[in-house]
Nanobody, 124 residues
Framework: QVQLIESGGGLVQAGGSLRLSCAASGRTFSSYVMGWFRQAPGKEREFVAA????????YYADSVQGRFTISRDNAKNAVYLQMNSLKPEDTAVYYC?????????????????WGQGTQVTVSS
């Protein structure tokens, strides 16, 4: 049984930073692409960032490019999202997701397992 548990969310002022963590268990973590998504109230869940199995390739949504950094530590079965220069429009619940199909994906249907999410609120 796959478990993904996010942490690190909270309330921050605009311009500030947060680092989200996602702890994975239950499978061979290093074999899978990992992603971060977010969902704001009244909006659909949207892609934020993804990282390949070894961490060598990353991909970002245009809205976060240059501000967010995704990384992973396969020895710890963890994936991270460093978020800098936060804006009020970054306010959302952030979800960690696992893709078992071996390729980077930006659609929610490309991911097979999801965490429960962690709330990020950016005040202006």
């Amino acid at each position: 049984q796959v478990q993904l548990i996010e942490s690190g969310g909270g309330l921050v002022q605009a311009g500030g930073s947060l680092r989200l963590s996602c702890a994975a268990s239950g499978r061979t973590f290093s074999s899978y692409v990992m992603g971060w998504f977010r969902q704001a109230p009244g909006k659909e869940r949207e892609f934020v960032a993804a990282v390949t199995m070894g961490g060598g390739s990353t991909y970002y949504a245009d809205s976060v490019q240059g501000r967010f950094t995704i990384s992973r530590d396969n020895a710890k079965n963890a994936v991270y999202l460093q978020m800098n220069s936060l804006k009020p429009e970054d306010t959302a619940v952030y979800y960690c997701a696992e893709n078992t199909r071996g390729h980077l994906a930006t659609m929610t249907r490309g991911y097979d397992y999801w965490g429960q999410g962690t709330q990020v609120t950016v005040s202006s």
